[in-house]
Nanobody
Framework: QVQLVESGGGLVQAGGSLRLSCAAS????????MGWYRQAPGKERTLVAH???????KYADFVKGRFTIARDIIKDGVYLQMNSLKPEDTAVYYC?????????WGLGTQVTVPS
């Protein structure tokens, strides 16, 4: 079992920045990859960024050049640095981890960018 707790969401003006953090606990040695999905009202949950245990990263096209995912060694998790935020980035952001063949999810953190 892996437990995930997100933090860092909030309201920010367009063009601003936020940093989301995800702290992992439990069976973290089995984690092969972690990342972030987001879900806007009325839309499906969509991959934002992913990082493997070896450091390989993958980004959705709509965040390339604006968002950066990296491992957080102190929290045994990951963080997502979000720059140049746009109103369309408004969503609930969920941290996930793939460990031992299972996907684990956090409860999500709201990011709001007013238009």
């Amino acid at each position: 079992q892996v437990q995930l707790v997100e933090s860092g969401g909030g309201l920010v003006q367009a063009g601003g920045s936020l940093r989301l953090s995800c702290a992992a606990s439990g069976s973290i040695l089995g984690i092969k990859g972690m990342g972030w999905y987001r879900q806007a009202p009325g839309k499906e949950r969509t991959l934002v960024a992913h990082i493997t245990s070896t450091g390989y990263t993958k980004y959705a096209d709509f965040v390339k050049g604006r968002f950066t995912i990296a491992r957080d060694i102190i929290k045994d998790g990951v963080y997502l640095q979000m720059n140049s935020l746009k109103p369309e980035d408004t969503a609930v952001y969920y941290c996930y981890a793939n460990a031992s063949g299972y996907d684990y999810w956090g409860l999500g953190t709201q990011v709001t960018v007013p238009s």
